[in-house]
Every structure is written in structure tokens, then in C-alpha cells.
């Protein structure tokens, strides 16, 4: 569902969370009264659920903090503001992968950066639905053009991304979070973000990656009832601190452009003892998902290459290099 300008002008108005007349809105759009409640019904749609009380007017059940790309360019370094060639923040794309991707067909430039508010199809690992609400958590795709070494040369990744993300929330000062192999952010056993990388090209010559990250600020629970697995958000961790969206925005892109910038020449070496101190799985008894097979046993961490380890019930330990975790009684 596409937000309309109406709409947008009074989200704009009521996203401070306080009460707003209807004449009010009604001005500011330039409509009739009874028009602006047919344009707040429609936002319930997009999870933008609000209150009307006589005599106060109408205000969203949730403050909104809408991207900003001057907000977002304001925390970048002046290092990584040179790296983005674009940054664009949509009210409602498909998924922003599927929108780079695109980009990516039609030779569009490293450095390629979106944002949406809101996702219709946001997707997950194998084609998984990810839940996007709209205005409440972060959404980013940014393409990245590899010019040596081939598809090959992303290997471990996004292992590496994950390093990124975990980096940015502890300098926005959330600590309890750590990875689930291979790309899973993750707090106290549950799912807090997830990254997915889609990479084309040449074996041998240049590629490109998209590179993903979808990260719960808030999800309602009303929008969350289709996840099928363990799920948290930045408010609960917080303990219902507000998260500064922009400012986070800005502190993510960051640290994923330091790590992509470098790939190419640190490849995931760089950062395998890091992403190990992070590694929430090691030392739990898991079962990895691989089409239809299944493999028992303990997890032993990660090789040097990024691959899982599993130590199976007769002690051999054997590295794979995908497949789906899931662990502690929940299918991942």
C-alpha cells in the first residue's frame, strides 16, 4: 500500500504524539473535516493505529521519528559521506533488496544507499516475509561494487556486516546482543535484526552485493503475530528508551560502509575473533536445516572461513558452509 501526500502531511503533524484538532488537519491539507478521518483510517493499513477524543482531536497511539536524510548525513564521518553516492528514503517499497537489485541491473554506482519506511514484501532468508511496519524500524539496502576476485571474494560477509551492526548498537549504547550464524542479530534468545546479502557478477571479475539489514526499533504486537520464531525489538532491550532512528541510521551506515570499503582487501579474517565474542550459538546443542537433511549436534563456533562448525553425536566435527540453525526448540 503506497502512502498518499495527504497522509504524509499528517503524519508529519502527528508524529510528535500529541493531540491535533481535526481543524487543525483539516487546514493544513486544505479538505474537509470528514475527509481527514477517511485519510487516518487509511493508515491503519500501514500498522498507524490513532486516537480521537472530543474536544482533543486525533493523535497516533505511538510518537513517530520519520527518516531524515539531512538527520542521517549529519552522524556520517566525513570519511564514509565521500563513499555514498546516493541516499534515498522511500515512504513504501516493495523491499529495498528488490529496489537495488534493480539499480544494480541498470549499472547504477556503488555507493547506492535506500531507506524505506515501510516494505510490502520485505524479505527474509529463503524468501521469508520480514514484517515491516511503517515508520517504526530501520530498513537499508546499500550496493556495493567489488572489482577483484568475483563472487568468491564476498564470502563471509555477511558475517562481517554482522560484526557492523552489533559495533553500531554498542556505541548507541545497547550492549545485550550478539550473531547467530550465519547473518542474525540477535538479544537474550530472540531475533532483533537479520541481513541479507544477494550478490551478482563475474566468477572471476567484478560483482556486486546488496547488501540488506532489516533491525527492530518497535514492532507492534499486533503486526508481529505472523512471525513464527522468538522475535524482540530495540524498545523492549531498551526498557522502553526511545530509539533515536535517524541517529541510529547514521551510526549503522557508518560502520557498514568501514566494512565494506575494506573488504575487498581484509576479506572476513579481519573480523573472525570479533564475530566469534559475539556468537551466541557456540556450545549449544542445534540442528542445521539443509534442504531436507538434517544434521545433530553441539555448535563449535566458526572455522576460519566463516563456515559452521558441528561436532555430531560421534564427535566429529564437521564445517558447513550454509543451511539454517535453529536451536534451544525454535526453527530459525
Keep these: 500500500m503506497l502512502i498518499s501526500d495527504k497522509q504524509k502531511k499528517i503524519l508529519s503533524l502527528l508524529a510528535d504524539g500529541e493531540f491535533h484538532s481535526g481543524t487543525e488537519l483539516a487546514e493544513l491539507l ?56 546516493t541516499l534515498e528514503i522511500h515512504d513504501s517499497l516493495d523491499s529495498t533488496n528488490s529496489y537495488l537489485m534493480e539499480h544494480s541491473r541498470n549499472n547504477a554506482e556503488s555507493g547506492f544507499v535506500c531507506f524505506a519506511e515501510h516494505q510490502t514484501a520485505g524479505k527474509g532468508r529463503r524468501g521469508r516475509q520480514w514484517v515491516s511496519p511503517y515508520g517504526s524500524n530501520i530498513y537499508v539496502s546499500m550496493l556495493w561494487r567489488f572489482q577483484q576476485g568475483g563472487i568468491t571474494s564476498t564470502a563471509g560477509l555477511s558475517l562481517a556486516i554482522g560484526v557492523a551492526v552489533i ?46 539489514l532489516g533491525l527492530n526499533l518497535f514492532l507492534p504486537e499486533h503486526q508481529a503475530q505472523t512471525i513464527t520464531q522468538a522475535w524482540t525489538d530495540l524498545t523492549q532491550i531498551s526498557g522502553g528508551i526511545p530509539v533515536l532512528r535517524n541517529q541510529l541510521a547514521g551510526t549503522l551506515l557508518n560502520e557498514m560502509l568501514a566494512v565494506v570499503n575494506g573488504f575487498e582487501m581484509d576479506g572476513i579474517k579481519a573480523y573472525l575473533d570479533e564475530w566469534r565474542s559475539y556468537d551466541c550459538l557456540k556450545g549449544k546443542a542445534a540442528t542445521l536445516f539443509i534442504g531436507q537433511q538434517q544434521i545433530e549436534g553441539i555448535v563449535e563456533g ?28 525454535a526453527t530459525e
Design 30 to 85: 486544505g479538505v474537509s473535516r470528514s475527509a481527514i478521518c477517511k485519510q487516518l483510517s487509511g493508515l491503519a493499513a500501514l500498522g498507524l493505529h490513532h486516537s480521537a477524543v472530543s474536544g482533543k482531536g486525533y493523535r497516533l497511539d505511538k510518537p513517530l521519528e520519520l527518516l531524515d536524510s539531512s538527520k542521517i548525513n549529519a552522524v556520517l564521518n566525513d570519511q564514509n559521506k565521500v563513499l555514498i553516492l
Design 167 to 212: 559495533r553500531a548498537l554498542k556505541l548507541y549504547g545497547i550492549n545485550d546482543v550478539g550473531l547467530k550464524w550465519p547473518n542474525d542479530i540477535y538479544s537474550r534468545g530472540k531475533k532483533l535484526g537479520g541481513i541479507l546479502i544477494e550478490v551478482s557478477g563475474e566468477a572471476d571479475g567484478p560483482c556486486a552485493a546488496v547488501i540488506g
Design 302 to 329: 566458526i572455522d576460519d572461513k566463516g563456515l559452521i562448525l558441528i561436532k555430531k553425536p560421534g564427535g566429529l566435527v564437521q564445517a558447513f558452509a550454509s543451511g539454517e540453525v535453529s536451536f534451544s526448540g
